[in-house]
């Protein structure tokens, strides 16, 4: 069975709310690792993030590289909250593979969260901040 690298920066990472789609695909996870530093991270309306690739004023993302059974990427894709789309992403290594990315429309008005470096890292720092509140 051929397979296929994907990064995924966001829900799809082990333990998060859509990770039961790589599992249902067939997926296997591979390992944890970094974009090259040239990408920016906004959260959707603090439900999942988008990722873009940028010229300028980007950074290393934090990403899980899973292989996908070839016949399973398109389960993921149709699984993908809208906006969400796969393209090329490349690794701090300087391999490139395929991986989640978001469409420009989908950033509009929306917090970028680059900062933080991932997904991960964000919601943790919602999650303290909320803790913080109370």
């Known amino acids: 069975m051929e397979a296929i690298s994907l990064a995924v920066n966001g829900t799809l990472m082990r333990g998060l ?3 039961q789609n790589l599992l ?3 997926a ?17 309306n603090d439900c999942h993030p988008a990722m873009l690739r940028v010229t300028h004023g980007g950074r290393a993302i934090a990403v899980e590289v899973w292989a996908v059974p070839t016949e399973g990427i398109s389960s993921i894709l149709l699984r993908e909250p809208p906006g969400l789309c796969i393209g090329k992403v490349r690794l701090i290594d300087g391999e490139t593979v395929l991986g ?13 969260i680059t900062q933080w ?18």
């Open 17 to 19: 709310a859509l990770n």
């Open 117 to 134: 470096g991932g997904w991960r890292a964000y919601t943790a720092a919602l999650k303290t901040e909320k803790g913080m509140r109370v």
């Open 100 to 112: 989640v990315l978001g469409e420009p429309f989908l950033c509009e008005n929306q917090q970028e």
């Open 24 to 26: 249902n695909a067939g």
């Open 28 to 44: 296997t996870f591979l390992r944890e690792t970094l974009t090259e530093p040239n990408y920016r991270l906004w959260s959707i």
